[in-house]
Nanobody, 124 residues
Framework: QVRLVESGGGLVQPGGSLRLSCTAS????????MGWFRQAPGKEREFVAA????????YYADSVKGRFTISRDNARNTVFLQMKSLKPEDTAVYYC?????????????????WGQGTQVTVSS
């Protein structure tokens, strides 16, 4: 497993932007698929985006496609989630996840390592 630490959350107005970062410990970051999930109060944790190990492929939930972009910098052991055109319904705790053998499933059970989460609040 790797240790994951998220940052970059905060309060933003509707239509605004935020960039989340997730830094991983260890020297094998490039061997992990990375994902972002979110959990709103009273709701299940849901898939947002994922990046394959070499960043050759990215995947998005329909609800964020065209607004969010996942990217990774393997030299810095960091994965990013650039969020634009934010909506109040994007309000949630956002979690970074990692797995060396990701199956491509969007289920939270497909990722074995998790960060502690960072709050994103979209409100005027």
């Amino acid at each position: 497993q790797v240790r994951l630490v998220e940052s970059g959350g905060g309060l933003v107005q509707p239509g605004g932007s935020l960039r989340l970062s997730c830094t991983a410990s260890g020297r094998t970051f490039s061997s992990y698929a990375m994902g972002w999930f979110r959990q709103a109060p009273g709701k299940e944790r849901e898939f947002v985006a994922a990046s394959s190990k070499n960043a050759g492929s990215t995947y998005y939930a329909d609800s964020v496609k065209g607004r969010f972009t996942i990217s990774r910098d393997n030299a810095r052991n960091t994965v990013f989630l650039q969020m634009k055109s934010l909506k109040p319904e994007d309000t949630a705790v956002y979690y970074c996840a990692a797995d060396p053998d990701w199956s491509g499933s969007y289920s939270k059970r497909a990722f074995g390592s998790w960060g502690q989460g960072t709050q994103v609040t979209v409100s005027s």
